[in-house]
């Protein structure tokens, strides 16, 4: 059984700095995708961040390119999203997922950037 638990959210004025953390049970992430997404206030689902290959491979959305950064924990079975120079249009509920065969979700944290 998978199970993702999905932390680190909160309310950070523009400019500033969160880091979500994503921590799988069930699976060794070494050998999965892992990804966040994102959904905004009446908005879609969004892919934000991806994670493979033991982290050779990353790919991020162009809206946080160079602002935020995908890494895995040195020990514990966690990515996490390190998430700079916040903008207002960054808030929503930050998901994480990993690809099996099947979809598995984190159950959200929510990101809020505003003064």
């Known amino acids: 059984q998978v199970q993702l638990v999905g932390s680190g959210g909160g309310l950070v004025q523009p400019g500033g700095s969160l880091k979500l953390s994503c921590t799988a049970s069930?699976?060794?992430?070494?050998?999965?995708?892992l990804d966040w997404f994102r959904q905004p206030p009446g908005k879609e689902r969004e892919f934000v961040a991806g994670?493979?290959?033991?982290?050779?491979?990353?790919r991020y959305a162009d809206s946080v390119k160079g602002r935020f950064a995908i890494t895995r924990g040195s020990a514990e079975n966690t990515i996490y999203l390190q998430m700079d120079t916040l903008l207002p249009e960054d808030t929503a509920v930050y998901y994480c997922?990993?690809?099996?065969?099947?979809?598995?979700w984190g159950q959200g944290t929510q990101v809020t950037v505003s003064s």
């Open positions: 069930g699976r060794d992430i070494d050998n999965y995708r």
């Open positions: 994670w493979k290959y033991r982290g050779q491979i990353t």
């Open positions: 997922h990993l690809k099996d065969t099947g979809d598995y």
